[in-house]
Structures are given as C-alpha cells and as structure tokens.
C-alpha cells in the first residue's frame, strides 16, 4: 500500500483561506502581489489593525481575500476613501490597493492630492499595462507600440503620450518623510521588503507611501506562461525601473 503526500499549500497567515483558490486568472499577477502584501502584514503583525480598500478593475476580485476590514470601492476612489477612513481611524493601518487605470488614470487626481499632503496611508497599485478587467483596453502605462483592444496598430506615443511613470511621479510631488519604491511580481522577496517598509511607514507615522508592483494579464496579452514571464521581466523593466525611489532614513533596497 502506497501513502499519497499531501501538499499543503502555503499561505500568509493573514489571508482568508476559505476563499482560496481565489478569483484571478491562471498566471494573474494580482495573486503573487497580495501575498506579498500579505506575507508583509504578517511579519509586521498588523492584521487586526489592518482596513484594506480595493478598487473596480480585477483588484476587486480581492475584496474578500484577507481576514481583515475590507471596503471595495467606486473605480479609482480607494485613496480617498482609505484617506477618510485614516483621518477619522489613525491608529488603523490603511492600504488601498488598485490597477494603473484606477491609480493613473480614472483616480489620478486622488493620487495626486493624497500624495502631495503626504497622507498617512499606503497604496499599492498593480501595474499590468492595461485595462484587465474591462477586457485589455490601452492604459497610461500601456508600452510605447504595445497591441491592445484600442491601440490595435501598437501604442503611437506621438499621439497618445509616453507611459505614466508613477513611482517616479509620487516621489517627486512627496515630502522627504514618504516612501515611494516600484517592486515587481518577477522579485517577490524584494517586493514583500518594500511592501513592509511602505506600512512601516504608516506605523510609524511618516507619511504616504507607495508602491507599484510589475504586473501579469496573461488573458488579455494573449501571452503564454513563458512569454508573460518575458513581458514582465525584460519588456516591462526597459520602461519600468524597480527599485526604491524614496526612502526616508532608511538602508535603500540592493
Ligand atoms: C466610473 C467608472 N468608469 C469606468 C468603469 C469601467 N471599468 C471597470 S474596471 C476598468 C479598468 C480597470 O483597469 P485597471 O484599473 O488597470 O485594473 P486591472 O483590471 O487591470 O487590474 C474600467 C475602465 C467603471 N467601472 N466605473
Ligand atoms: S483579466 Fe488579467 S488582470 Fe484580470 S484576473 Fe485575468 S489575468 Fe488578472
Ligand atoms: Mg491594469
């Protein structure tokens, strides 16, 4: 008689297991990010403080994904809404999370203004280079002659703009006491040092703090699992530099 070795998957402590396999497609790129996210809240032992804000786009899929307060809000009114729920809570430790069409596009303005008064509160944005959910339409951060559902000829920058470089944006508008990094799906160790330095930020007081994650959409790219990794890692990261753009008093990221 043989036995059978059970595989246990492993997951943060912090998510809701009851809901796993979660939402997202095969190759998704949201469900590496959360458990970054979630290992994060985990190690900094924050869960009971925790209110975490998700937007429409597929971001929403994780309204139910932690064992946290959760609020799933209007496409890109997360920061506003977590910025209210900070001001009236600030001993909760808030985090909105969203796509690069809710932070860059639709709630552009919401990211502005909670940046440049250097809220209190954490935002980590998915940057996959389009519109997931609505089907793959073109984004600010669309690659400059990447194929969409609107740009069907290749993203013309002469008439549509360069990409939307966020990180790079917040960490200019942001006072010395934010911290402002771009991690990527492809690095997750990396990226779970950053998320936990953005809420420890919070914690301790400091200011806003933002992080863009790298991102997979293997349904609407069309991609393989090898070329999505490709996309990720070698198309995305010509444009999107990672690394750590803002750090206050503290040992910048190798
Ligand atoms: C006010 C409003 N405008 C437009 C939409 C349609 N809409 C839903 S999700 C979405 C885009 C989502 O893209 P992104 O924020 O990048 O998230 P992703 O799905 O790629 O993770 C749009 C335009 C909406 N729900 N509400
Ligand atoms: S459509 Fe794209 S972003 Fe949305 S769940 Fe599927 S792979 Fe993820
Ligand atoms: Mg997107």
Not at 40 to 59: H, M, N, P, W, Y
Request: proline letters at 6%; glycine letters at 10%.
């Amino acid at each position: 008689m043989t036995t059978a070795t059970v595989l246990e998957p492993k997951m943060p402590k912090s998510w809701r297991q009851e809901t796993k396999p979660h939402k997202f497609c095969p190759g998704c790129g949201h469900g590496d990010i959360l458990k970054a996210l979630g290992t994060a809240i985990d190690e900094l032992g924050i869960q009971d403080r925790v209110v975490f804000g998700c937007d429409i786009g597929c971001s929403l899929l994780s309204w139910d994904f932690f064992n946290c307060d959760a609020i799933q809000t209007h496409h890109g009114r997360t920061t506003p809404v977590m910025t209210g729920i900070k001001r009236a809570r600030p001993e909760l430790i808030c985090i909105a999370y969203m796509g690069d069409g809710g932070g860059y596009a639709i709630g552009a303005q919401h990211l502005v203004n909670a940046a440049s008064r250097n809220e209190k509160l954490t935002v980590i944005l998915a940057n996959n280079a389009q519109y997931g959910m609505t089907g793959g339409q073109m984004a600010p951060t669309s690659l400059p002659g990447m194929k969409t559902e609107t740009s069907p000829y290749g993203r013309d920058v002469d008439a549509t703009g360069n990409p939307t470089l966020g990180p790079e944006m917040v960490a200019a508008i942001t006072p010395a006491s934010a911290y402002v990094a771009r991690g990527t799906m492809a690095n997750i160790p990396q990226l779970t040092r950053m998320m936990k330095k953005a809420l420890q930020n919070q914690i301790d007081g400091n200011g806003f703090s933002f992080v863009e994650a790298l991102s997979a959409c293997p349904t609407n790219w069309r991609m393989n699992a090898a070329k999505t990794w490709e996309f990720v890692e070698k198309e995305m990261t010509k444009y999107f530099k990672v690394g750590e753009l803002k750090v206050p008093a503290a040992k910048q990221e190798g």
